[in-house]
């Protein structure tokens, strides 16, 4: 049995994946736990490792200082939310549920408004990864409020604190999984090019892996070029990389697969060398971004 005197009791709101993984971990790390889900059954298997599972919102809110929610958007984070009614006050609430910026400066406002203090948070892990060294999370709000959480949230991961700002934390997580989804859905589309040719996927990741590490060797040098604005390069032109995905396009013909995930970077592409940009670096899509033709 764990000594839990010293240890903050946590409510955890929301057990689906990734909620039960958050309240599995604060079970581990002797935190009293209390849970609640709205499908209750969720809550049996965390109830027999130790959670007390409350039989309403208020309940959970009002049994931690702590509360952490996970649940599937803000939609259904401010519902619940509403329900804790006057339980908010006082209370921390931390928010890991994945939105947007503006979502997460109304909701700090409003939770705020109850006198309750928020933090907003991105988690950069999948389930299996909480609580292992390869897992992060990122935080937003009060400084004195996540330094006051900060030695239980650790036990989820790396706590990364990002600002005042509310809106910083889901920034931060939907541009880093904007990286992760390119990189997925680039090595998508390569094993769909592959496998077309009864290649194995799983061989051909030898050969990728590599490749995309050595890549990401690049990274700081665009990201350089983005911040100075200075997309001159002696890597790889925007004409000549206008050339190459023609060649994606017509291999993709050649194999009968669908270009469809290469189309919207060819048209990047297409973009700057027709506004002129066609002598610089592929660190230029970063500023065509910046500035989309329709708005
Ligand atoms: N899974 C991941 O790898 C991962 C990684 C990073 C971040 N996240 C984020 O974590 C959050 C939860 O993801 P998940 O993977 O745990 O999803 P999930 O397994 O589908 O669980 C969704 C949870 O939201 C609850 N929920 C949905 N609508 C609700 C409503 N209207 N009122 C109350 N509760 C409601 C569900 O309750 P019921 O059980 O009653 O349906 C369930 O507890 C998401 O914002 C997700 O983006 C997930």
Same mark, same amino acid.
């Given at each position: 049995m764990k000594d839990n005197q010293n240890k903050q009791p946590v409510t955890v709101i929301g057990l689906g994946m990734m909620g039960s993984a958050l309240a599995q971990t604060f079970l581990k790390g002797g935190h009293p736990t209390t849970v609640w889900n709205? =499908? #209750? /059954?969720?809550a049996d298997a965390l109830a027999r490792l130790g959670a007390d599972a409350a039989g309403t919102v208020a309940e959970a809110v009002a049994a931690s200082p702590l509360v952490v929610i996970c649940v599937l958007d803000y939609e259904a984070v401010n519902a619940i939310l509403e329900e804790a009614g006057d339980h908010l006050e006082g209370r921390v609430i931390v928010n890991l549920t994945n939105g947007t910026p503006a979502q997460a400066r109304q909701t700090a406002a409003w939770a705020t408004g109850r006198r309750a203090e928020y933090l907003d948070g991105g988690i950069m892990a999948v389930p299996q990864m909480i @609580? =292992? *060294? @390869?897992a992060f999370v990122l935080y937003s709000g009060s400084l004195r409020t996540f330094q006051e959480c900060q030695p239980t949230l650790e %036990? %989820? /991961?790396a706590a990364k604190y990002l600002g005042d700002d509310p809106g910083l934390a889901p920034l931060y997580d939907l541009a880093l999984l904007s990286a992760m989804y390119g990189m997925f859905g680039g090595f998508l589309h390569a094993v769909a090019m592959v496998r077309s040719q009864q290649i194995q996927a799983e061989a051909f990741t030898s050969l990728a892996i590599p490749w995309l590490h050595a890549m990401s060797a690049s990274l700081p040098r665009m990201a350089q070029a983005v911040d100075a604005g200075d997309h001159r390069t002696n890597v790889s032109s925007l004409y000549i990389n206008q050339a190459g995905f023609e060649n994606f396009i017509g291999t993709c013909q050649e194999l009968g697969i669908s270009a469809e995930l290469m189309m919207p970077i060819r048209d990047l592409i297409n973009r700057g060398v027709a506004e @002129?940009? @066609? #002598?610089? /670096? %592929? *660190?230029r899509l970063a500023e065509l971004i910046r500035k989309p033709i329709s708005v």
């Open positions: 709205r =499908t #209750a /059954g969720k @609580g =292992t *060294s @390869g %036990l %989820l /991961g @002129g940009y @066609g #002598a610089d /670096g %592929l *660190s």
